[in-house]
């Protein structure tokens, strides 16, 4: 297990660099200038010469990503050229935003997602088998964009149930701790906060849910069906175990190895789906800050933000095979 969690570290080195590298050439190559962005249209020719060298854009392109590579490696990830915050300033203000956003939208995916398809698998071509099938089916299908507006106009403008965008409620104190508001309003016992924050939540997380709980409903069915297949579960029926102790004790825990395949991959998906997500509710987190910054053509903060989605990406891709030794103990990384 330890020589294979090292072989998996290793091999995170090169999917950086290359990531990183294809980002840093896209981003470079796009049109637009972010200096004459900065300095706006009056700036005078000197001053923009000033400027691209200050922030080292008169290099050759190359050049350019090699010193940013050595600035990353002693941990500086650069200065906006917009705001001239520290780059890794401007993505720990709102990564804890995105994280919270991320985690409850998986939650809400996890918890519908696994439910449904047990049911749709055990009650196989019944009603409630083909309208699970045919929801994942509008879920998968389903812009996140457009979903979201659409859950914003009917319970925020039409029914006024739920706020449509921001964090909380400007008007309510609140003491930030450790960045998770969630988590902040808890420690601090401010209930008020607590509920505030949990009703902006709701809408994104079901925006940015419904995809991963429609994958994971389909995936859930396909393998529950497959392992009620298998011999050994006609085995347990024959003994005389309940249907209830057959399918929960023995084949749910057998189905969930793709499952949780499927939901690792969707949880780093999620970030790339927080960018439209956050964007349409307004969310402060790191989805709208990268929108932010190639719109004003940000280099040091874009590439940092792409560096921060994949490092999450691949962590959350190595944890999901780790898990596989606890959900199956015939896996083995030895």
Not at 8 to 30: D, E, N
Not at 250 to 267: E, K, Q, S, Y
């Amino acid at each position: 297990m330890k020589w294979y969690i090292i072989k998996r570290l290793l091999q995170i080195i090169p999917v950086i660099l290359g990531v990183t590298l294809i980002a840093f050439s896209l981003i470079h190559l796009a049109p637009g200038d972010p200096v004459r962005t900065m300095l706006g249209q009056h700036a005078t020719q000197q001053e923009i010469d000033e400027t691209r060298a200050k922030y080292g854009l008169d290099q050759p392109l190359f050049v350019q990503y090699f010193i940013w590579l050595g600035d990353v490696l002693h941990g500086d990830l650069g200065r906006s050229i917009l705001s001239h915050e520290q780059v890794t300033t401007e993505i720990a203000s709102r990564f804890p935003n995105t994280i919270e956003l991320a985690i409850a939208a998986m939650i809400f995916a996890i918890l519908i997602g696994v439910v449904a398809g047990i049911i749709s698998a055990t009650k196989q071509y019944s009603v409630a088998d083909y309208s699970v099938m045919g929801i994942a089916l509008f879920g998968i299908s389903m812009p996140v964009f457009w979903l979201g507006i659409m859950l914003m106009m009917i319970f925020g403008v039409f029914l006024g149930w739920l706020p449509i965008g921001g964090r909380i409620d400007l008007l309510l104190p609140f003491n930030r701790i450790t960045g998770f508001m969630v988590v902040d309003s808890i420690i601090t016992g401010n209930g008020a906060a607590l509920i505030s924050v949990l009703r902006h939540l709701i809408l994104p997380a079901i925006a940015l849910g419904t995809i991963p709980m429609a994958v994971i409903a389909r995936t859930t069915r396909s393998s529950m069906l497959e392992i009620l297949r298998q011999d050994f579960i006609r085995t347990e029926r024959a003994k005389g175990l309940s249907e209830r102790k057959v399918i929960y004790k023995h084949a749910v825990r057998n189905a969930m190895v793709p499952v949780v395949t499927v939901i690792g991959l969707n949880f780093g998906l999620l970030l790339s789906g927080a960018i439209l997500t956050e964007t349409v509710f307004s969310w402060p987190g790191v989805g709208r800050l990268v929108v932010d910054s190639v719109y004003a053509r940000d280099y040091p903060l874009v590439i940092g933000c792409i560096l921060v989605f994949a490092l999450v990406f691949v962590i959350v891709n190595l944890i999901t095979d780790l898990l596989y030794t606890y959900i199956d103990p015939r896996i083995h990384y030895d």
